[in-house]
Nanobody, 120 residues
Framework: VQLQASGGGLVQTGGSLSVSCAAS????????MGWYRQAPGKQRELVAL???????NYADSVKGRFTISRDNAKNTVYLQMNSLKPEDTALYYC???????????????WGQGTQVTVSS
C-alpha cells in the first residue's frame, strides 16, 4: 500500500492551494483519511480528518479556511486551502487507515510530505 501526495507549492498570503493524496496497492477497505502538517522546529499536528462516512473535523487554526473531502471510488483525499497565512507554511502529510485484505487489521499509512509555503 502506498499513499502518493501531490499538489502544494508556493502562494502569497490570502491565496489558495490544494493538495491530494491517493492510496494504491492492495486495498480492501479505507477508513479515516486525514492531513497533518509539520513546520520546522515544531511537532506534527492534525489539520483535518474525514471519516469513511464523510464526517470531518478540523484544527481550530484552519476552520473556515480549509476543506477536506474524499473520493471513495478513487481512494483519494483532498485538502482545499483558502485564505492561506504564513503560519500555514509546513510540510503536509496525508494519513489513511487501510485494510489491505479482509482479514487484515487496520494499518495507518503515511504519504510522503508535500511542501506548502505561504509568503507574506
Amino acid at each position: 500500500v502506498q499513499l502518493q501526495a501531490s499538489g502544494g507549492g508556493l502562494v502569497q498570503t490570502g491565496g489558495s492551494l490544494s493538495v491530494s493524496c491517493a492510496a494504491s496497492g492492495s486495498i480492501f477497505s479505507v477508513s479515516a483519511m486525514g492531513w497533518y502538517r509539520q513546520a520546522p522546529g515544531k511537532q506534527r499536528e492534525l489539520v483535518a480528518l474525514i471519516t469513511g462516512g464523510g464526517n470531518s473535523n478540523y484544527a481550530d487554526s484552519v476552520k473556515g479556511r480549509f476543506t477536506i473531502s474524499r473520493d471513495n471510488a478513487k481512494n483519494t483525499v483532498y485538502l482545499q486551502m483558502n485564505s492561506l497565512k504564513p503560519e500555514d507554511t509546513a510540510l503536509y502529510y496525508c494519513n489513511a487507515g487501510i485494510k489491505p485484505f479482509a482479514t487484515s487489521p487496520w494499518v495507518y499509512y503515511w504519504g510522503q510530505g508535500t511542501q506548502v509555503t505561504v509568503s507574506s
